[in-house]
């Protein structure tokens, strides 16, 4: 009876621990149940860091759309000025207006400017805007097709007073460094397409594209001819 018993009890508790035991290995292996992983880095959704900005989507589509250069544009700018002298150029895009001077209409220069020898470009087109002064300070707004190198616009600036144009004569004179100078300097120290340049005060302002579509501008002394100021736009 005794040994009836023991045996007995010991087929319960062998029952009862192959339960724990089949418990205790299949608690989370349900089909379904267990908790996706976390992504890793590479599975993470795109931040956008090669998307481009607005500014430099407009780079890219205006910057290689230019056939003419800065130094090209610039020099037939000045010499649609008698005795010009550079002041700004800058690549940008045309709004298309008409730019011939009517026949019979005298010439806008007291100079005596040429006519511009190009049609006006078609709205979006790029163009060069170049500012050049005359020997007096006379400011002359000249405008140079970046596709064909020919001058589609010239006129003398409006409301500039004898104060204005002492004010020129003087910055150019003061400006012993020449803008291919300064754009040297700046170009020697980033590779890149010149999209602009300015003389601002006693600096030459140079913008310079890079192949990623951001801009450098470099301010270069223009007695000097050092490296005063250097920005980066990325936006």
């Not at 976390?38 to 407009?58: C, F, H």
Request: glycine share 8%; aromatic share 2%.
């Amino acid at each position: 009876m005794k040994t009836l018993l023991r045996l007995r009890t010991l087929a319960v508790c062998c029952a009862v621990s192959t339960t724990l035991l089949a418990g205790a290995c299949g608690g989370s292996s349900t089909p379904g149940t267990a908790a996706p992983a976390a992504p890793s880095s590479s599975q993470a959704s795109p931040t956008g860091g090669t998307a481009l900005t607005e500014d430099q989507s407009e780079r890219k589509a205006l910057v290689p759309a230019a056939k003419v250069g800065w130094n090209q544009a610039a020099d037939t700018a000045v010499a649609a000025v008698p005795t010009g002298r550079l002041v700004e150029i800058e690549l940008s895009t045309s709004r298309g207006t008409p730019t011939a001077t009517p026949t019979g209409t005298p010439t806008d220069s007291p100079q005596g400017s040429p006519s511009p020898s190009g049609s006006a470009p078609a709205a979006g087109a790029p163009v060069w805007d170049v500012t050049v002064a005359a020997q007096d300070g006379t400011i002359h707004d000249v405008q140079v097709d970046a596709v064909t190198g020919k001058v589609t616009r010239s006129r003398v600036e409006p409301g500039q007073d004898a104060d204005d144009k002492s004010e020129v004569t003087e910055q150019l004179k003061a400006a012993t460094v020449t803008a291919p100078q300064a754009v040297r300097t700046a170009t020697g120290r980033t590779a890149g397409t010149v999209t602009a340049v300015e003389l601002d005060d006693d600096v030459w302002s140079v913008d310079i594209v890079t192949p990623d579509w951001n801009q450098t501008t470099y301010d270069v002394d223009a007695a000097k001819g050092t490296v005063v100021r250097q920005h980066v736009d990325r936006d």
